[in-house]
């Protein structure tokens, strides 16, 4: 059988783009599939020029393929019926097999939306081998484990399948079918947080599932938590340096802290892998505040992490307590201040909306945020991701009144919504006002000192920190327009990060009140002018 395994565009452009979240979970089937021995053609949309529909019917038009896989998040809706439509078009009628969080957090709906032929659920790389083998044989698909299919006009779920036990046993994601190297080739000094001008960085998983279960959040790989082994993981890391000459990580378990004697024996091992191949692999990782101490956050500074990421939502124990959020305030406290004592980098977010949240806790949030993080945290509203407990709460209260229509049509934008039990419409409306205002009064908004063009859409900056005052030349730096962009970056002597804006960028945030005035009075007087014509 000959599979086409399509990587969906994740930004709406008909032009090249490479800022996007590499797939890990699609590179792991690819590799499943290629280690099982099937004949496997990638396509990644993202790096080619023109509409989707276009590039998919010229690669089926190319060859005769059997299979056609893809899957996304839950914000894919759009791009995987564009796949499926496209696909079902084609003379050559392939079965279309899909998967991912979009498929799992809600399957009967978007299965019977999407109508795939078949529909993989939870972990794939197993689940789809045996598929495969089912489709190839004309075998009961019932006997596979984690899918779904129609049969007789009805959908039909077989056995959930059993997580995978032993991490090691999987093949290293496919990254050479990706166009990985281009991916490299193309990342810019924004690709991530560590202010490097020409980042190779690397995603990698060293664990799966997370214990917790926060209301906002969905795990399709499920809550049971399974570590990889370190030798495994540093023989990715190595082929990783050896085959793509990368110079950074992006680790991205969602608990990397939970095994604190594993993670002090990480950082002994990229150390001693930094020393060997003689320069130093700067990486990330997501903590818990829980684990946040001084000794371990130096100990991770000093072997090359310069970004930690915390999950906070919240500075009210009593919405904590409601989004099943196992923290405190001053353990989210304590993580702030060690980060800052210590010169890492610091990632997190305050999410507003919650069902228990209040005027009160609102407010409370938003003024710890104000008085402490110094703009380095992210703030805004909760979004209800398909899968997730809020999702469900909004469905049963009827805030989100028409699933599929949610999910076609909203999720992939920021929302608004009043989630909660004790706030009025209105008091949301002024809620979102005023965490609109705090960002642009406390995001460090920098005019460079310099700008010079490169190439095409790629220029050189300079910049003072706002924090310590060094000044830095950025190079690599994605600029569309000169005159109106915003770039977020990081200082690379206090790991402080920053937005480095133009003069007409930093104009309409500081005088944003008085350019909105004149802009509902310019659609009053032109409304009112159009209703006199008519």
């Not at 893809?70 to 009628?93: C, F, L, M, N, P």
């Not at 498929?103 to 598929?131: H, R, W």
Request: one cysteine or more.
């Amino acid at each position: 059988m000959k599979i086409l395994l399509i990587i969906p565009k994740y930004n709406l452009t008909t032009k090249p783009s490479y800022e996007y979240a590499f797939p890990l979970g699609l590179a792991y089937v690819s590799a499943a599939m290629k280690k099982a021995g099937y004949d496997v053609d990638c396509i990644n949309l993202n790096h080619l020029e023109g509409k989707s529909e276009d590039l998919i019917k010229t690669a089926l038009d190319k060859k005769k393929y059997n299979i056609v896989c893809t899957g996304h998040t839950g914000i894919g809706y759009a791009i995987v019926e564009k796949i499926v439509q496209t696909t079902r078009k084609h003379d050559s009628r392939p079965v279309i097999i899909l998967g991912g969080a979009l498929m799992t957090s809600e399957p009967e709906l978007m299965f019977n939306s999407l109508k795939p032929d078949f529909a993989v659920l939870g972990e794939g790389d197993i689940t789809i081998i045996e598929l495969l083998k089912c489709i190839e044989k004309k075998t009961n698909p019932e006997k596979v484990d984690g899918i779904c299919f129609e049969k007789d006009g009805k959908t039909v779920f077989t056995k959930s399948r059993e997580l995978v036990k032993d991490l090691d046993s999987l093949p290293f994601p496919d990254l050479e079918g990706f166009e990985f190297k281009k991916y490299l080739d193309n990342q810019s000094n924004v690709s991530n947080y560590m202010a490097q001008d020409y980042p190779r960085f690397y995603l990698i998983l060293c664990s799966r599932g997370c214990p917790n279960q926060c209301t906002f959040c969905y795990h399709s790989v499920g809550f049971k938590y399974r570590l990889r082994s370190l030798d495994s993981i540093f023989n990715e890391i190595e082929n990783a340096i050896k085959t793509y000459n990368i110079n950074s990580l992006s680790i991205l378990d969602d608990l990397f802290s939970l095994d604190k004697k594993r993670l002090f024996e990480f950082c002994r091992r990229i150390k001693e892998l930094s020393k060997k191949n003689n320069f130093k692999i700067k990486w990330d990782c997501q903590l818990t505040v829980k684990d946040a101490e001084e000794t371990l956050l130096r100990t991770l500074k000093d072997a090359g992490c310069n970004v930690v990421s915390f999950g906070f939502e919240s500075y009210s124990p009593l919405v904590l307590k409601s989004m099943r959020k196992p923290i405190t305030p001053e353990q989210i406290d304590n993580a702030v201040k060690l980060s800052f004592k210590v010169g890492i980098g610091l990632q997190g977010s305050f999410i507003f909306g919650d069902v228990a949240e209040t005027r009160e806790t609102a407010h409370k949030t938003l003024e710890y945020w104000k008085n402490n993080c110094k703009g380095q945290i992210k703030i805004g509203f909760i979004q209800p991701y398909p899968g997730s407990e809020i999702f469900n709460h909004c469905v049963r209260k009827c805030i989100i009144k028409n699933k599929l229509d949610f999910i076609k049509n909203h999720i992939a934008h920021t929302n608004w919504i009043n989630m909660t039990d004790n706030m009025a419409d209105e008091e949301i409306l002024d809620l979102k006002k005023e965490i609109l205002k705090a960002r642009r009064e406390h995001y460090p908004y920098i005019i460079p000192l310099k700008i010079k063009k490169a190439t095409n859409n790629r220029y050189e900056i300079m910049v003072k920190c706002p924090f310590c005052n060094e000044k830095i030349d950025y190079k690599n730096c994605p600029v569309e327009n000169k005159f109106h962009f915003n770039i977020w970056t990081a200082c690379r002597k206090c790991n402080m990060r920053f937005c480095v804006v133009s003069k007409l960028y930093k104009f309409g945030m500081d005088n944003y009140n008085a350019l909105d005035f004149i802009r509902r009075n310019y659609l009053l007087i032109r409304d009112q002018f159009l209703k006199k014509k008519m």
